[in-house]
């Protein structure tokens, strides 16, 4: 079934608001419920961590509830709709505490301590919203097996998706700290509540018009059982690797979008912080999508395999990984240009190793199909689902506790000056945003070397048997 242009305008759409939505909580959590509520960082990336624990157990059976779902509408819309409207609720509320706890958490604060009711609604509402965004991720991602069966096509649809969600996370990116403080006047208690509600809405309007061109074709799924549906999934080697991958590049992102936040308030620093931070990320989010929609099409172009793009990528981020190491040992980093020289390497590469793994899994799917005689798009991309959410989740918690280690005192931007940080505070967080990633990713290169190998050759060997074996 060839893809029409409406078709690939609508599931791109739709990526743009879905990871506004991941975006704004995957970047902004920590920094909303730690230095604007004053939550323990220890304690906010634990109950992240505890989210993604339980998205362990809630993400596989979406993956099977999506695949034995029966409707007019076929499998995946009447989740994705659902999913998305629930979502956008609960976003709201992630970002719009009760002005109630607020106010007794500072008191709490004064006296030493945190304010239990606040600790209890943000650990509800956090994992409410990793279990609503689920409902309507999953079925998004299973749609580009389910909508055509060549591997073109599957990459075509991947790198759109895929550049624009890049597109979302680099609008939240480059102005949700302006937005946060021309919308509250001053309070970022206020301004994040308007930020969430204007993504919320954004969102419900974005999935929508995915909903209404999207159409998979209706395959038999054959669907059994759960656990013979688990041990297809448990016996696709390759999708298990690709996820391991993600997890492990997923980390080394969310990592540095945690701490480069602090950076620049309390390292950069300066009355002008939010803009300087603004105008990096807007750097990083345009080199994320020239990396998607430019640098890899051209690659691609030149008859550049998949899998090499991949270990090319990774080796750069790397490399521009360890020069900002070096900028940071030499205490060059308050050169704004000099930041951004590793920072743009790094987000073109991070944007062209998402469209890669989205690449590889769909490829996983044809492969598991071979193995097993079943189709498992909906449980292989819930996978993908739980695996960012979790590596988004360690990232956090790590964040969290690498904060309080290096005694960061953290203030909100109603007090009258940023709070002073030590030089061995300061160092600390220098060392955190790159030593970390870094190992991130030799792990995740290493592992891809030694055990992937659903390369091109391969993936398209596996269609064409498939072709045939389907007559």
């Given at each position: 079934m060839k893809l029409s242009l409406k078709q690939k305008i609508a599931f791109g759409i739709g990526a743009v608001g879905k990871d506004m939505v991941y975006a704004l909580s995957a970047s902004y959590v920590m920094f909303y419920y730690n230095d604007t509520l004053k939550l323990s960082a220890t304690f906010v990336g634990l109950i992240l961590m505890i989210a993604r624990v339980f998205d362990a157990l809630?993400?596989?059976?979406?993956?099977?509830?999506?695949?034995?779902t029966k409707s007019r509408w076929g499998r995946f819309r009447p989740w994705l709709f659902s999913g998305t409207v629930l979502n956008a609720l609960v976003l709201y509320a992630l970002f719009a505490a009760p002005q109630?706890?607020?106010d007794a958490q500072k008191a709490a604060v004064e006296a030493g301590g945190n304010h239990?009711?606040?600790?209890?609604?943000?650990?509800v509402v956090y994992i409410l919203w990793g279990v609503t965004y689920t409902m309507m991720d999953i079925p998004y991602w299973s749609m580009i097996p389910a909508v055509t069966d060549t591997p073109?096509?599957?990459e075509n649809l991947s790198v759109v998706g895929r550049t624009c969600a890049g597109v979302g996370s680099a609008l939240i990116a480059m102005f949700t700290m302006l937005a946060v403080g021309m919308l509250g006047n001053g309070s970022d208690i206020v301004g994040f509540r308007y930020v969430a509600l204007g993504v919320a809405v954004i969102f419900i309007i974005t999935e929508i018009i995915c909903c209404i061109f999207m159409r998979e074709h209706q395959t038999d799924m054959r669907v059994s059982s759960v656990k013979e549906m688990f041990r297809a999934l448990f016996g696709n080697d390759q999708a298990l690797i690709v996820v391991a991958t993600i997890v492990l590049i997923n980390m080394a992102l969310y990592l540095t979008s945690n701490f480069i936040i602090y950076f620049f308030k309390y390292d950069f620093g300066g009355e002008g912080w939010k803009g300087t931070y603004t105008l990096f990320s807007t750097v990083g989010g345009a080199f994320q999508i020239l990396g998607m929609m430019i640098v890899y099409p051209i690659l691609r172009k030149k008859q550049m395999a998949n899998e090499k793009i991949f270990i090319l990528a990774i080796s750069?981020?790397?490399s521009a990984y360890l020069l900002l190491l070096v900028l940071c040992l030499l205490g060059i980093?308050?050169?704004l240009i000099l930041l951004c020289i590793p920072g743009a390497i790094v987000f073109a590469c991070n944007g062209m190793l998402s469209v890669l793994t989205t690449v590889f899994l769909s490829g996983s799917v044809?492969?598991?199909?071979l193995q097993t005689g079943r189709r498992e798009e909906s449980v292989i991309f819930s996978m993908q689902t739980f695996v960012v959410k979790a590596a988004s989740g360690v990232a956090v918690f790590l964040t969290g506790i690498g904060l309080d280690l290096i005694g960061l005192v953290g203030n909100t931007d109603e007090e009258a000056v940023i709070a002073q940080q030590s030089a061995s505070t300061l160092t600390g967080l220098r060392l955190l945003m790159t030593v970390l990633p870094i190992l991130g990713l030799l792990l995740a290169m290493l592992f891809f070397k030694r055990k992937f190998r659903l390369t091109d050759a391969y993936a398209n060997e596996i269609s064409e048997q498939l072709k045939s074996k389907r007559g």
């Open positions: 809630n993400d596989p059976f979406m993956g099977v509830l999506v695949a034995k109630g706890m607020i239990l009711a606040l600790m209890v609604y943000f650990s073109a096509d599957r750069l981020a790397i980093t308050h050169n044809d492969y598991g199909e």
